[in-house]
């Protein structure tokens, strides 16, 4: 099963067990009475053939509309006519359609079986929560005492649930703005799963056009199979979206679930085995590679239907209905094993994440302790809403709704952020909308200062929708110093407050450019390092607030280790005037005992460098006592004392002139050097 077909038939999203009704056509003494005999014939054939279309459900409901609709221009009047135009509505492109159908329907005959629960349901779908609620009560007054033999039509409880919490979030928006991302991006058919590169500049997205790999079609749905299409921004405005090439489309059904902060790693579902798996392709220059299946930790024999890697790669977070979870659909993790180069055994995220119903559509933010998600359950105002969660110490807090208008009566899923975390976007079935699931861009605005939070479906106050820890992104390029073309490296990014790494990534093979966002307001060790050359390290300062791209065109040139070759440790501190190292140091001297152990004839000269302040005696001594508790370091680590040398130069080579304070500061250094 495709991705979008297969997550209705696990949630009922198409509506499908709405259409059971099974009454004879019956024609009313207005309309047979204006019809002439010919006329009237013609719409009883439509209606004929369009039960037997009605019955078969699927792709048959647009053909049952059709022919309903040539009826129906006979027969405005019929009760039940109007009701099966609604419910073709409601399993079509155009959800909220439906409401003036049911509408009519109620009106004419309120003795219809289920007439009300429909009309309540289509209330909801266009957002009028009290007449939804009515209708719902009605339907609840109407069979008191008895179970319908469709489960759907017993949980008026919950839509009236549902309805009051949209009434609430509805009378209290957050401050966002949400548009419809336009004709270039959405079509008449399902357009969802985007992905957001964290520069905003390229998007990668699901849809069933035409023009799919392979124009296979779905025979159950009439529907072209699902593929991943691609566009850039450029002049901002987006490019006309593509099918990736092979081999991230195939014939089948491929769809965009996951992206890792690099945009380098892609996460695809497809369903080779018929319940839905869970695929990894990465990207070269401008090639993707084959797609390979995740492991049996994460693909089971269930259905796992989206994921999103931590910004450390350290985890992946993942949807699946597999057994052992609360509801259908879980949000579970799994931890990174490096000996086994593979993820670990997952653990679910829990009751305030997970209920008994879905959830789906999971993205993890660059701060690594708030993920965003779509569920069925909480404080939903109906199908699918967003929410977010922050883990504190070991728990994930109570699931929040991102409120309206980002989240409406229908689905909302696949919620994504760039970088500055201002802007998001997501696919919806709204009113307005090009036709069934549409990509939407939300902008969140700025809170008017000293604003209450008001709280809104009786549960905890709304916060601001895109609240949440600045994020910075990076772009840079490495390249070999010697032939200056990109290269692949290593790259890790250590918060160096308590050295935890916060981002591991590499930068493209072909190209030698590297993407990632990190959380704002921090300092940072860059670690940068390949087979064969010496490891580059930076130190960056992120700004508690600023534009995504503020650190933006590192170029690092990686130097071979051969004799004459040096670098500077920007991440090695010392307390002032002493030759103590900081706690702060230890990651970039864990860095330089990796490379001297992969190296094990390789010998290296410590310099220890001052600026020009005190006296040439005094910076001597203080630079070669600092070069001498490196080198120290190393050997109390395993390190033979023959291999490392230590030298003081003082202030004798500065890279700058000693004129102001970020010269001097430059100039106060380490340096290795092969020997």
């Known amino acids: 099963m495709d991705r979008m077909n297969s997550r209705r038939a696990i949630t009922g999203d198409a509506m499908n067990k709405l259409t059971v009704l099974s009454l004879a ?7 047979l009475a204006q019809a002439d005999p010919e006329t009237l014939r013609r719409a009883q054939d439509a209606i004929k053939k369009a039960d037997a279309h009605f019955d078969q459900g699927g792709a048959y409901f647009p053909k049952a509309l059709k022919l309903y609709e040539e009826a129906i221009a006979v027969m405005p009047d019929d009760a039940l006519l109007n009701l099966k135009v609604g419910l073709c509505h409601l399993n079509g492109r155009y959800h909220h359609r439906a409401l003036p159908f049911f509408e009519k ?18 209330y909801q779908n266009n957002a009028e929560w009290d007449k939804a609620i009515a209708a719902f009560e009605k339907h609840k007054e109407l069979n008191r005492g008895t179970m319908d033999p469709v489960e759907t039509y017993n949980q008026y409880d919950k839509h009236i649930t549902e309805c009051k919490y949209g009434r609430s979030f509805a009378a209290s928006p957050v ?3 949400v548009t419809n991302a336009g004709p270039r991006i959405n079509s008449e058919v399902a357009d969802y799963g985007v992905l957001i590169s964290a520069d905003g500049e390229q998007m990668m997205f699901t849809s069933r056009r035409s023009n799919t790999t392979g124009g296979r079609m779905n025979k159950a749905t009439d529907e072209y199979f699902e593929d991943v299409y691609s566009c850039s921004l450029v002049n901002g405005e987006w490019t006309e979206p593509v099918p990736m090439a092979p081999p991230v489309n195939t014939n089948g059904n491929d769809a965009s679930v996951g992206l890792y902060n690099d945009g380098r790693t892609l996460v695809i579902y497809r369903d080779a085995r018929g319940t839905g798996d869970l695929y990894e392709s990465r990207r070269k220059g401008d090639s993707w590679s084959e797609p390979e299946a995740m492991g049996a930790n994460i693909n089971t024999k269930g259905h796992e239907s989206s994921a999103w890697y931590s910004f450390d790669r350290q985890w992946l977070y993942f949807v699946s209905d597999r057994e052992g979870g609360i509801g259908g659909q879980d949000i579970w993790r799994s931890p990174w094993v490096e000996d086994l180069s593979d993820w670990g055994e997952p653990e679910n995220l829990g009751p305030m994440v997970n209920t008994i119903h879905d959830e789906d559509g999971i993205f993890v933010h660059p701060d690594g302790r708030t993920i965003y998600f779509s569920s069925k359950g909480h404080t939903t105002m109906g199908g699918y809403d967003v929410f977010k969660s922050e883990l504190k110490g070991e728990q994930w807090t109570k699931a929040v709704n991102l409120g309206w208008p980002v989240n409406g009566p229908d689905d909302d899923l696949y919620f994504v952020l760039t970088a500055d975390g201002r802007t ?3 696919s919806s079935v709204r009113g307005g909308g090009m036709g069934e699931d549409d990509i939407y861009r939300v902008d969140f605005l700025p809170e008017p200062p000293a604003q209450d939070l008001v709280s809104a479906g009786g549960g905890a106050p709304v916060p601001e929708a895109g609240e949440h820890a600045s994020t910075v992104m990076i772009k840079g390029k490495v390249k070999d110093l010697r032939m200056l073309g990109g290269m692949e490296a290593e790259i890790d990014m250590l918060d160096l407050q308590d050295a935890r790494l916060v981002a591991r ?6 190209t030698g450019e590297f993407m ?7 300092e940072y060790a860059m670690h940068v390092r390949a087979k064969g050359y010496l490891f580059h390290s930076e130190n960056i300062a992120v700004p508690a607030t600023g534009e995504a791209g503020v650190n933006a065109h590192l170029n690092i040139a990686m130097q071979p280790i051969e004799a004459g070759s040096q670098v500077v440790m920007r991440n090695i501190f010392f307390e002032r005037d002493k030759a103590d190292l900081a706690p702060a140091s230890l990651a970039e001297l864990d860095r330089l005992l990796l490379m001297m152990r992969e190296n094990p004839a390789t010998r290296i000269e410590v310099g220890g460098h001052t600026d020009s302040d005190g006296s040439a005696s005094h910076n001597d001594e203080l630079s070669t006592a600092r070069a001498r508790a490196v080198a120290d370091h190393l050997i109390a680590n395993g390190i033979r004392e023959e291999r490392v040398e230590a030298k003081g130069y003082g202030a004798t080579k500065p890279m700058a002139p000693n004129d102001t304070p970020q ?9 290795v050097k092969v020997l």
Do not use: C, I
């Open 516 to 522: 990632v966002v990190v959380p704002g307001g921090r």
């Open 663 to 671: 010269n001097k500061q430059l100039n106060r250094r380490t340096e």
């Open 25 to 31: 056509v019956l024609l009313s003494a207005r309309a």
């Open 505 to 510: 990534f590499s930068s493209d093979p072909s």
């Open 105 to 122: 329907a109620a009106a004419l005959d309120p003795t219809l079986p289920r007439v009300h629960f429909l009309l309540g349901y289509a």
């Open 175 to 177: 401050r966002a703005m």
């Open 424 to 426: 998001g976007y997501f």
